[in-house]
């Protein structure tokens, strides 16, 4: 492990759970957007990763639309997509071939053009280890063989060292997860499989996790302490290449808390972000300047000399 983050032989990309969120709406993307305004090339502006949510709802999505997705995000050329798998086969366990093979039409043209990190599988937290399950897990390899494979396991009966050759055998990447300390729920770790890192940021919002009722699962803004934290964390696991994803977008702190670790990581660098993020969150504008919708910047540029 290296204590300069900028000299080290890992890339870390950071992202959300998806670009077409409603809390994005009027905070981050622009309050009138210009004709042919594209989401996606917008926020392939500010962030290098997107996990795409919408597959795990259903098998619709086609080819057409994932090349569409590569020519959005085709300025940003470090910008990489994670899918998450359907939920027939993580929930309902009612995913036919059918669904398989639309899947695969779609993550064929990402793969292709090298944007595909790999397949996120998750599990609920009721998804406790047994042999059945892990069979289970071993016929999903087999539907993806070809395919990298993150393991979001929740139960803490997968926490297991016992269980890593079985993850490495099967290639499957565990995710370090980060979850409301709750009885029986997955730790966050600090792993790393054959090279690759992946963090997903839930939020610590204990009390609503589990009230069906309430909206505020994922309501959570993560403390300066919390996010250096997981920088220590991701400098542990010494990754060739590491996945952040926060999925705290209610009020959109993940945005806010992607800019931050950002900033956490590359301390030299000014950061950009759009106007209206940057009204909402004042305290943003310390690590980032004001970029509005016609401007070409990227993140990660060089500090931007003030006159």
Known sequence: MTDDINKEKTEIL??????????????????????????????????????????????SLSAEQSTRWIKDVAENKKFVFTVKLFRGFTHTFDATKKDALAIHR????????????????????????TDERQKHLVK??????????????????????????????NGFNLINIDLPPLPNHMPLNS????????????????????????G???LYNYSEEELQDLVR???????????????????TFSLVNGRQVEHILHPQKKLTAPSNLLAAFPNLKSICNSVDSDNDLFSNQPLLSKK
Request: aromatic letters at 18%; proline letters at 5%; charged letters at 25%.
């Open 14 to 59: 950071i992202g959300m759970g998806g670009w077409e969120l409603p809390s994005f709406n009027n905070v981050f993307y622009p309050n009138k957007p210009e004709k042919g305004f594209r989401k996606l090339e917008y926020f392939s502006r500010f962030f290098d990763l997107v996990e795409v949510n919408s597959t795990f709802y259903n098998t």
């Open 106 to 129: 779609l993550l064929e043209p990402l793969q292709s053009a090298e944007k595909l990190g790999g397949i996120v599988i998750q599990f609920p937290s009721s998804f406790n280890r």
């Open 140 to 169: 999903i390899r087999s539907f993806f063989p070809d395919h990298r494979l993150f393991l979001d396991l929740r139960h803490i009966s997968w926490n297991d060292k016992s269980l890593y050759q079985f993850y490495n055998e």
């Open 191 to 214: 792993l790393e499989w054959d090279g690759i890192a992946y963090y997903r940021m839930m939020g610590r919002n204990a009390e609503a996790w589990n009230n069906p009722h309430s």
């Open 216 to 218: 505020d699962r994922y």
């Open 233 to 251: 964390r991701i400098k542990l696991a010494n990754a060739r290449r590491t996945y952040v994803v926060f999925h705290n977008d209610r009020q």
